[in-house]
T-cell receptor, first 114, second 113 residues
Framework: GAGVSQSPRYKVAKRGQDVALRCDPI?????LFWYQQALGQGPEFLTY????????KSGLPSDRFFAERPEGSVSTLKIQRTQQEDSAVYLC????????????FGDGTRLSIL | AQSVTQPDIHITVSEGASLELRCNYS??????LFWYVQSPGQGLQLLLK??????LVQGIKGFEAEFKRSQSSFNLRKPSVHWSDAAEYFC???????????FGGGTRVLVKP
């Protein structure tokens, strides 16, 4: 596809359930980022991949959050034992390593924890 | 640590009037600066970026921004707003083009007819 694709667009889960959010980056983009955007706030960095290597996970709020990108393309953000404070929009972005290329964002997954 | 401040949470402008959104950053080296726009239920769309060179940068949709190192600012401007410019605007800073971004809290722009 032409842009970053995220699925599902909306996810409702009960507190304590596990969820998985998917990101398909732009073809050929080696860098992939996950951000969390709480209601009424700016996005906050969660984690970064270069190809399949997770080079920075300093923004993950707890060990309940886990991200992977096993083949250097599609990435999955998993949240275990969800809590209400996990409710947010989760944004994925990708960028090309070559040149001064900025990040391109997907439309996000809105996660609501009941 | 890098940080971004957008002092105005909301701005209301009349259609056809000019618009300026403020952004101040804190960063120890030469920053990579970005403005993104977000419409409801959508992701972030890049309006413009500053990496180096000319401090006045042009972007899409008629927007421009000026980098002022002495003031640590990167304000966004548009001479004449359209109703379709109503959205939330985010300023962001990074160490490099493909590096993680630190965002400001955003400014919501409302356009009056």
């Amino acid at each position: 596809g032409a842009g970053v694709s995220q699925s599902p667009r909306y996810k409702v889960a009960k507190r304590g359930q596990d969820v998985a959010l998917r990101c398909d980056p732009i073809s050929g983009h080696v860098s992939l980022f996950w951000y969390q955007q709480a209601l009424g706030q700016g996005p906050e960095f969660l984690t970064y991949f270069q190809n399949e290597a997770q080079l920075d996970k300093s923004g993950l709020p707890s060990d309940r959050f886990f991200a992977e990108r096993p083949e250097g393309s599609v990435s999955t953000l998993k949240i275990q034992r969800t809590q209400q404070e996990d409710s947010a929009v989760y944004l994925c972005a990708s960028s090309s390593e070559t040149g001064k290329k900025p990040q391109h964002f997907g439309d996000g997954t809105r996660l609501s924890i009941l | 640590a890098q940080s971004v401040t957008q002092p105005d949470i909301h701005i209301t402008v009349s259609e056809g009037a000019s618009l300026e959104l403020r952004c101040n950053y804190s960063y120890g080296a030469t920053p990579y600066l970005f403005w993104y726009v977000q419409s409801p239920g959508q992701g972030l769309q890049l309006l413009l970026k500053y990496f180096s060179g000319d401090t006045l940068v042009q972007g899409i949709k008629g927007f421009e921004a000026e980098f002022k190192r002495s003031q640590s600012s990167f304000n966004l401007r548009k001479p004449s707003v359209h109703w379709s410019d109503a959205a939330e605007y985010f300023c962001a800073v990074g160490k490099a083009a493909g590096n993680k971004l630190t965002f400001g809290g955003g400014t919501r722009v409302l356009v009056k007819p």
